[in-house]
């Protein structure tokens, strides 16, 4: 089974940004769900229209879990989420294909994958991938893996450091300042 990883650089996750608002309205905000709430893939595509017009929060039950999740929707996903649920019915998919069904996870990998292959990103990419990238970026910037694992509903911190790919980065800068 090949890991994946987070996408470590903001502008590796600016030139997809970017990618996809030149490409799709739907598969920005995939990304922005997935790099901005830490969600599983599996529960971004079951969200519905309703789950997210003029709320303040997202709440679920997560599917892999059956546990309930409630917080709070960003300032960037807000308006994004705005923009994109007009005139569409409050019982209708957030995410569908071109048929108008629900987009399952294989859609959400392909989307993903594409984007990554043709702006040139070169790690281990997966629907996963926009997971870690929340987690990186927020212990990154909060430095609190108590709290991150809470979001993550991990057992212990070392399964929260190890998924969100702190570990290696420190494996590495181990091996890298140490000279003999």
Do not use: W
Request: hydrophobic letters at 35%; charged letters at 30%.
């Amino acid at each position: 089974m090949t890991t994946v990883e987070p996408i470590r650089n903001i502008e590796d996750i600016k030139k997809l940004e970017k990618y996809f608002s030149k490409n799709s309205s739907r598969d920005l905000l995939l990304f922005t769900i997935g790099t901005n709430c830490g969600l599983r893939i599996s529960d971004i595509v079951a969200l519905n229209v309703g789950d997210v017009r003029n709320k303040s929060h997202i709440q679920i039950i997560e599917k892999k879990t059956g546990k309930f999740k409630k917080f709070p929707i960003n300032t960037k996903l807000k308006p994004i989420f705005n923009e994109y649920t007009k005139g569409k019915r409050s019982d209708e998919a957030l995410f569908t294909t071109i048929f108008k069904n629900r987009m399952e996870r294989f859609g959400a990998y392909y989307v993903l994958k594409k984007a990554c292959k043709d702006v040139g990103l070169q790690e281990k990419i997966g629907t996963h991938t926009m997971r870690k990238t929340f987690g990186y970026h927020h212990y990154k910037k909060f430095k609190d893996i108590a709290m991150l694992q809470k979001i993550f509903n991990h057992s212990n911190p070392t399964i929260t450091l190890r998924y969100i790919g702190i570990e290696q980065d420190q494996i590495d800068e181990s091996y890298n300042k140490f000279i003999l």
